[in-house]
Nanobody, 122 residues
Framework: QVQLGELGGGLVQAGGSLRLSCTASGRTFSGNAMGWFRQAPGKDREFVAAISWSGYTTDYTDSVKGRFTISRDNPKNTVYLQMNSLKPEDTAVYYC???????????????WGRGTQVTVSS
């Protein structure tokens, strides 16, 4: 059974940093693009960042460009999201997801983690 497990969420003050990690078990995702999404209270889930299977190509939603960095370690079957200069509007549950294709995409993800809460206080 495929499982994605996120770690690293928590409470941080505005301007602070957090690093989220997501480790896959049950199968390897070295041939799949991976992504991070988030859902704030009362809002739809939104795309945050994605990385190709090789790690050479990334994509970010405009609101996090220059502040967030997605990376992956294929031998460890883990993807990371480094979040710097956090803002209260970044508060959300963050989910990692695996795509069925190798190239970056903002939709079509088929495996999802359970999410980790990130709260940014002002």
């Amino acid at each position: 059974q495929v499982q994605l497990g996120e770690l690293g969420g928590g409470l941080v003050q505005a301007g602070g940093s957090l690093r989220l990690s997501c480790t896959a078990s049950g199968r390897t995702f070295s041939g799949n693009a991976m992504g991070w999404f988030r859902q704030a209270p009362g809002k739809d889930r939104e795309f945050v960042a994605a990385i190709s299977w090789s790690g050479y190509t990334t994509d970010y939603t405009d609101s996090v460009k220059g502040r967030f960095t997605i990376s992956r370690d294929n031998p460890k079957n883990t993807v990371y999201l480094q979040m710097n200069s956090l803002k209260p509007e970044d508060t959300a549950v963050y989910y990692c997801a695996a795509s069925p294709i190798a190239t970056v995409s903002r939709r079509g993800y088929i495996y999802w983690g359970r999410g980790t809460q990130v709260t940014v206080s002002s």
